[in-house]
């Protein structure tokens, strides 16, 4: 069984990278096959855990349909594999405004929840737009920290 685990946060700064990588770590040591989905167009966690960024072929490729998943899926050095991305995606909201363009994230990742348990995304800032409500629609478990409710 897959499961899927959002850590957002609208502000910027808060450890949405770290503890992104720090799960994964934690899950692969106990043998999880655990797949990181970067949704910030910065890169961050791509970046943190080694990849070139620039590149290579990233999430952005895949929603907008010129790259199968399992081709940008990229193996990192101690935390499981990665779908990197990098400043492409910051175009997604004014490319994709088709309507179903949140549900991009969920119909690519559909083939992989079978097989990789569990995936992690890791999500930008800005919930209301593209890519971050996509990431939402996939939601099974969230981390949302708040100062308020």
Same mark, same amino acid.
């Given at each position: 069984?897959?499961?899927?685990? =959002?850590?957002?946060?609208?502000?910027?700064? $808060?450890?949405? =990278?770290?503890? !992104?990588?720090?799960?994964?770590?934690?899950?692969?040591?106990?043998?999880?096959?655990?797949?990181?989905?970067?949704?910030?167009?910065?890169?961050?966690?791509?970046?943190?855990?080694?990849?070139?960024? #620039?590149?290579? !072929? =990233?999430?952005?490729?895949?929603?907008?349909?010129?790259?199968? *998943?399992?081709?940008?899926? =990229?193996?990192?050095?101690?935390?499981?594999? $990665?779908?990197?991305?990098?400043?492409?995606?910051?175009?997604? #909201?004014? #490319?994709?405004?088709?309507?179903?363009?949140?549900?991009?994230?969920?119909?690519?990742?559909?083939?992989?929840?079978?097989? $990789?348990?569990? $995936?992690?995304?890791?999500?930008?800032?800005?919930?209301?737009?593209?890519?971050?409500?996509?990431?939402?629609?996939?939601?099974?478990?969230?981390?949302?920290? !708040?100062?308020? *409710?």
């Amino acid at each position: 069984m897959s499961a899927i685990i =959002t850590i957002t946060n609208q502000k910027g700064g $808060v450890g949405k =990278t770290t503890t !992104a990588c720090s799960l994964m770590d934690g899950l692969c040591q106990r043998g999880a096959r655990v797949l990181g989905v970067d949704l910030d167009p910065q890169g961050s966690l791509g970046f943190c855990l080694g990849l070139d960024i #620039e590149n290579c !072929a =990233t999430i952005y490729d895949v929603l907008k349909g010129t790259r199968p *998943i399992r081709d940008v899926i =990229t193996p990192s050095d101690s935390c499981g594999d $990665v779908l990197p991305s990098n400043i492409l995606l910051s175009a997604a #909201e004014l #490319e994709f405004n088709r309507p179903g363009r949140e549900f991009l994230l969920k119909n690519a990742l559909a083939c992989l929840l079978a097989t $990789v348990l569990p $995936v992690l995304l890791r999500l930008i800032r800005s919930l209301p737009g593209m890519p971050g409500c996509a990431g939402l629609r996939c939601v099974l478990s969230c981390l949302i920290s !708040a100062s308020s *409710i």
